[in-house]
C-alpha cells in the first residue's frame, strides 16, 4: 500500500505560477512512475505530466516548456512545478503512483485544487 499526499494547490493569477507536492509514503517500490493528472468539473481527467524511477519524464503536449516534474527519491517525494499559468488549467490536481513490478496497481491521492483567475 503506497499513500500520496498533495499540497501546494490554492489561487493563483493566470500567468502565475505554482509548485505542487506529493509525499508517499507506504510500501513504495524503487521501480515505479510517478505522475500528475488534473480534472476540471465536467471533463475527463487527463494526464499531465509522468516521472519514472530513473528520471524520465513525460509531459502533455499543452503544458509541454511550462511545467516541469521532478522527483526526491531521498523524500519519496514528487514535485509539480507549473508556470505560465491559464485559466482553463483550473482543475483537481491528482497525484499518482504506479507499480512497475507485480501485481502492478495505481495509487491516487486526494487531489490538490489549482483555480486560475482571469
Known amino acids: 500500500q503506497v499513500q500520496l499526499v498533495e499540497s501546494g494547490g490554492g489561487l493563483v493569477q493566470a500567468g502565475g505560477s505554482l509548485r505542487l507536492s506529493c509525499a508517499a509514503s507506504?510500501?513504495?517500490?524503487?521501480?515505479?512512475?510517478m505522475g500528475w493528472y488534473r480534472q476540471a468539473p465536467g471533463k475527463q481527467r487527463e494526464l499531465v505530466a509522468t516521472i519514472n524511477n530513473g528520471g524520465s519524464t513525460n509531459y502533455a503536449n499543452s503544458v509541454k516548456g511550462r511545467f516541469t516534474i521532478s522527483r526526491d527519491n531521498a523524500k519519496n517525494t514528487v514535485y509539480l512545478q507549473m508556470n505560465s499559468l491559464k485559466p482553463e488549467e483550473t482543475a483537481v490536481y491528482y497525484c499518482?503512483?504506479?507499480?512497475?513490478?507485480?501485481?502492478?496497481?495505481?495509487?491516487w491521492g486526494q487531489g490538490t485544487q489549482v483555480t486560475v483567475s482571469s
Open positions: 499518482k503512483h504506479r507499480t512497475l513490478l507485480p501485481p502492478f496497481y495505481d495509487y
Open positions: 507506504g510500501s513504495i517500490l524503487r521501480i515505479n512512475v
